[in-house]
């Protein structure tokens, strides 16, 4: 079964703004502002919904969220969906999405990470239509270097069109700038890092559909029928999985386990190669985040490559959901094409 891919982004088409986990609070609205003076600068119109209070760490109640998010999804004058940002329970819309709906819509871009990959990786999963695994909306207005492409960059992109992206050998070396002092910030202080091989020293060339999201969200759909990467594997990717996954926040010994309860569910059976993002998440007193990858996935046999920006340390390397992949790893080479087919 085909992937299907929304159509590309072109000046004037509208981009739907919601908040189906948390919203924006008052002392972050300039940099709300920006961020959609960012995307309108590329010559995009944005439409902002109601679910956008950012007092709690829901943006409205659930059924708001859900029949928001479905509006802007299932609309066919809005072509890409994208979060000011993640949060922490955006699971709970999953049971009042109608994913029928979705399915039968001309597929729409849907752009995010961290807690929306909660939302993200089920439509691809359950209606095989592409979505965009990046930063959200507040980290538009951040300068993208060398290698990367933006979502800007990649919704736009011609059909069945291929993009590479490799190492940037850099990334975020300080914590995150205040937006709330400073919303028109558009600059990461940067430190060297390249992508590493965890598994062996052999030269990689891997080709596979694209999956995954963030551990401390995704683990939780295994097992449930927002979550079944291995039905996906055998209906849309007979060349088998690459899987990417990204610690937020646990320390090491919560990722090990993750891992290893998603490694036993299946989550990885169909994966020829995975992709650990770099992280700053903490290391346990006997156990390392690499360690921890290791102990639960080396036994897949698979390369593992780590260091990889998929995740809550810039610069973003977009990865998009159902995209074919080809990885590329070793003498001199680490690189990422996918191609919109």
């Not at 910030?185 to 965890?198: N, Y």
């Not at 079944?228 to 919560?254: C, K, M, N």
Request: charged share 20%; with cysteine; glycine share 10%.
């Amino acid at each position: 079964m085909a992937i299907r891919f929304p159509v590309p982004l072109r000046p004037g088409d509208r981009v739907g703004v919601t908040s189906p986990s948390m919203g924006v609070g008052q002392r972050e609205r300039a940099r709300l502002e920006h961020a959609v003076a960012a995307v309108r600068g590329r010559g995009h119109e944005v439409v902002i919904g109601a679910c956008m209070d950012g007092a709690s760490h829901v943006s409205a109640p659930a059924a708001d969220r859900a029949a928001e998010l479905m509006t802007m999804l299932t609309d066919p004058s809005i072509r890409a969906v994208v979060p000011p940002r993640g949060g922490e329970t955006a699971i709970d819309l999953l049971p009042l999405l109608d994913w029928d709906a979705i399915a039968a819509a001309a597929p729409t871009w849907f752009v995010g990470f961290s807690d929306i990959s909660t939302l993200l990786m089920p439509v691809t999963l359950r209606t095989g239509i592409a979505t965009l695994h990046t930063n959200n909306l507040m980290n538009t207005p951040y300068r993208v270097r060398g290698p990367l492409l933006t979502w800007l960059d990649v919704v736009a992109l011609p059909a069945r069109a291929s993009f590479t992206q490799s190492s940037p050998a850099m990334h975020r070396a300080a914590a995150w700038p205040d937006h709330r002092a400073n919303p028109q910030t558009t600059g990461l202080k940067a430190d060297e890092g390249e992508w590493v091989r965890l598994d062996g020293d052999s030269a990689v060339d891997i080709t596979g559909r694209m999956i995954g999201g963030c551990i401390e969200t995704v683990r939780h759909l295994v097992g449930t029928p927002y979550g079944d990467v291995a039905r996906f594997g055998s209906e849309h990717a007979p060349e088998g999985l690459i899987v990417y996954v990204e610690a937020a926040g646990d320390d090491a010994f919560a990722v090990c386990r993750s891992l290893h309860g998603m490694r036993l569910a299946g989550f990885f059976a169909d994966a020829r190669a995975v992709l650990i993002a770099r992280t700053i998440a903490p290391d346990s007193d006997t156990l390392t985040q690499k360690e921890a990858v290791l102990d639960a996935l080396g036994r897949l046999g698979v390369p593992i490559i780590a260091e990889v920006g998929c995740g809550h340390v810039p610069p973003y390397l977009p990865i998009v959901n159902g995209a074919l992949g080809r990885l590329q790893f070793g003498s001199g080479c680490a690189s990422l094409t996918q191609s919109l087919r």
